[in-house]
DNA sequence: GTTTAAGCGAGACGGTACGTCCTGTCTTAAC
DNA sequence: GTTAAGACAGGACGTACCGTCTCGCTTAAAC
């Protein structure tokens, strides 16, 4: 029987040992780095895991799952704080998301595993309820303090602004295969300062 | 030999049969639309398309090369018109951004191949110099019409226009997972006009 | 690790079940009598066995290994019991080889895996190491008997002896294609008891 | 179509090439030579030759049957000559055989293309007919003779004489993997001898 | 203290796809 | 119509990975 993580049950026997769970999921990480996402094996974490395979299976449904879990769940991020304008509020927003995506991890693992997860109901789901959720509330938040400052008349489509923050910097990455990625992040929260404002300013000078 | 398409020598001995690569092709589409990327096997290629897996082999080094071939090379953006104005431009170009990532089969592949095109050295080369270069390049002669025409006063950095084109629309179809991109496309394109003029414009009401 | 049945080592994990060896085995040897040696496949084993290929390959290097164990290893030959004379002691050893080559499963067998083995310095030595010189233990048995009877003077060169009896017994099987076996069984026995007493006898009439 | 070798047709157009008939068989002999028959490819054997691999199924139907005209077909034993005795006569023929089966060709050849003339009923055929048929009545030729002498009362069953020496040459050969044969036939005829006459002579001393 | 139930590392299991290789047929241009 | 070259359909090979299961053992809570 498979068992989630948070579920009750399970009340007598062995408890599981919270190291194991903590060694598969760095020795997932460690083996995407290595090999990235396309080339990883379950074998291969269970090795450096020194862990069975049936403990990572009793722990993470599938090999997309384990990887969601030792990546997406620690790709957090936190509230931004207020800056004091929207373009900055928007550059900081722009290089936490640089960073998500950009350290050397997720460059090998992102886009293997987002195929993954498309082609998977059921992690679409948990992908969107998550990582893209909370991505989301972000960018209503800093758009929600622009328009309290003034900067803003209404908040804009807030999908249509999500797309335009994270696209852009998934296109760098992933299509471009960029790696500069700081004036390029100064240059995108300007512009979609811009383009969201209505014209005019831009970072101070 | 391996993908003699473009080389020379081979210049006695039966020719390769045009049908054949033909049909390779079209039902690596087929078998795409109906099982998606990550769930295509080559021998179901080769049993669609009446053909030996060794007629695939010969002309495609692997099953990704077999995909890129099918999908990338027939994503061929035409030239866009020039429409009288930058921000109908770019409405223009990020429709076809849109048919060409947002039709059946791409639904399907684009993530599973591109993050296995990005796993690849050699493909992602080729899908740079090809598929990238080709989108630059229209991106590009957008933008010098818009320079022509008075509406920019210079042409921006090529890349960032670039990601901030195809970035938001990759965003809006895989990771939001939409599938109404008209207002969107004309949305966007009117914000992106904004941004990069400087504020004033959008559509013209 | 290939092929672990006899070596130490391996002493945790899953132990090989018992039953997966025997269908393996079983399997092959229906196999081969519905299909013959030439055209039987790995995959119509497995299937047959309702096993998958990795079961068979961690048991067997090769696809001829596998017929191999599954006919060579079948075929030890019982002691043969003293029957009180030299000939009749030879005619029944006669039928003991007639009847390991002679079977449904040998004789569609026989031929294509000695041509296998004969190409494989590793198992033809498997092939002697264990078939042929369990076979010439049996036949130096009965010389041995015959000169303690006082039958013969001495012991004749045991692999000239050998190649007298099981050799005729395969060219009457496989190259004369003859199923006839009683007579020609008896009648061998007689001529090679004359041949090797030097002459008289022969059976009793 | 295809068409044997001997028959009428072909009455127009290039005539076959006489040439590529013989360096067919004679790199049929020296592919053998080099991999053995059970690693011997077409391919190979059409490139050693220097010739497509359509003339050689223009002659031979199947890979067996090429390897059988290039080898089988070469070892007609001649009749051999009348050596005054029986012993001698058979001596004699058992060399031929010896010779016949291990010579360095046939030894890598003869039990790999039996396994494949035995699956192939035509081969077969072609086999005893024209191999089998011709040792059969060199075996006659010598017992006849015997039986002229006065060596032989009668002529024994001739399969059975037949197994007796064939059978025990490839049983040496190829089951024994010996290649020390002229002690080994010298001393088969004279245990043959015995066996057939009954008793008495061997070899002149 | 014993019992019990589940956890554990190791690795075998059924299944599926891969990319390679070989056979016997077919197709081209040259002769 | 034959030739050399080599593409073709078909099909088996042996490898690799997935997710499940089984072994003998350990570990903590329940009794």
Redesign the pocket.
């Known amino acids: 029987?498979?068992?989630g993580q948070g579920e009750e049950?399970?009340?007598?026997?062995?408890?599981?040992?919270?190291?194991?769970?903590a060694?598969i999921l760095a020795a997932t990480r460690e083996v995407l780095a290595e090999t990235g996402y396309v080339?990883?094996?379950?074998?291969?974490?269970?090795?450096r895991?020194?862990?069975?395979?049936?403990?990572?299976?009793?722990?993470h449904?599938?090999?997309?799952e384990?990887v969601f879990a030792a990546t997406v769940h620690t790709m957090a991020l936190e509230a931004p704080a207020d800056t004091g304008s929207f373009v900055t509020d928007l550059a900081a927003l722009i290089d936490d998301i640089l960073a998500t995506l950009g350290n050397p991890v997720a460059l090998v693992t992102v886009p293997g595993l987002l195929a993954d997860v498309i082609a998977d109901a059921d992690l679409t789901a948990r992908f969107r309820g998550t990582f893209m959720e909370r991505q989301r509330d972000l960018v209503e938040e800093v758009l929600d303090r622009a328009v309290g400052r003034g900067e803003l008349d209404e908040r804009p489509e807030l999908d249509l602004v999500h797309a335009m923050l994270v696209g852009p910097v998934f296109a760098w990455l992933f299509m471009m295969g960029r790696r500069d990625g700081d004036v390029f992040a100064r240059e995108l929260a300007s512009r979609l300062a811009v383009a969201l404002t209505g014209g005019g300013s831009g970072f101070p000078s």
Do not use: C, E, F, N
């Not at 007598?12 to 919270?18: I, L, S």
């Not at 449904?61 to 997309?64: N, P, R, V």
């Open positions: 029987m498979r068992r049950g399970a009340r007598t026997g062995r408890p599981r040992d919270g190291r194991v769970d060694s080339r990883l094996t379950v074998d291969a974490v269970a090795a895991a020194g862990v069975g395979k049936a403990a990572i299976y009793r722990r449904a599938t090999k997309q384990m």
